[in-house]
């Protein structure tokens, strides 16, 4: 569960730009590009994939809500704004904000507290696969508990019973059990 720590920096001075390259590079992150343009921080994030993209509120062809309705759902975005375009930003939005203009300090924390939050997101989506992993094995155990009730007439119990000691003779899982009960018993309906 690492996250690569991938950034593009796209902010229209290109001397603040590098700046922001230099801080993160020297903290640890990984600048993947530079961009100036809307356009091209579209295509390169399509391309590179960037875990965060850190950005003005206005390149020369887009602003940032135009950028975000494009990447929202595949990276997190860090705002450098001034208290003007500030109010722009829906305060419901996962986009960051940080005042201009940029501190060090600033910017390490926000980026830092950025990637904390997608550590966390990342855990508990997999916390989420694990249960519903859990709840589609046992909805395949109840289905099977059912059909042996219905065709060979044992009570709830007995049926769990079943399927749990074969599946430790066999060595297999309970849910694998009771898949092929299921398919053993659905051409005699």
Do not use: W
């Amino acid at each position: 569960m690492n996250i690569q720590r991938g950034v593009i920096v796209a902010l229209t001075n290109e001397e603040t730009a590098q700046k922001v390259r230099n801080i993160l590079c020297e903290d640890g992150y990984d600048v993947l590009a530079i961009c100036t343009t809307g356009g091209d921080l579209i295509r390169r994030a399509m391309q590179l994939s960037p875990d965060l993209i850190v950005t003005g509120y206005k390149l020369s062809d887009m602003t940032l809500l135009d950028i975000y309705d494009s990447l929202g759902d595949q990276c997190s975005f860090l705002a450098v704004l001034n208290e003007t375009y500030r109010s722009f930003i829906d305060e419901d939005s996962d986009i960051y904000c940080i005042n201009s203009p940029i501190s060090r300090v600033g910017l390490l924390n926000a980026v830092d507290l950025i990637f904390q939050s997608r550590m966390k997101l990342i855990r508990l989506q997999q916390k989420v696969e694990k249960l519903e992993d859990k709840i589609e094995k046992r909805i395949v155990i109840d289905k099977a508990k059912g059909v042996l009730m219905m065709h060979k007439g044992f009570s709830e119990m007995e049926s769990f019973r079943y399927i749990q000691k074969t599946s430790m003779n066999s060595g297999q899982k309970m849910s694998e059990v009771a898949e092929k009960i299921i398919f053993a018993f659905s051409d005699k309906k």
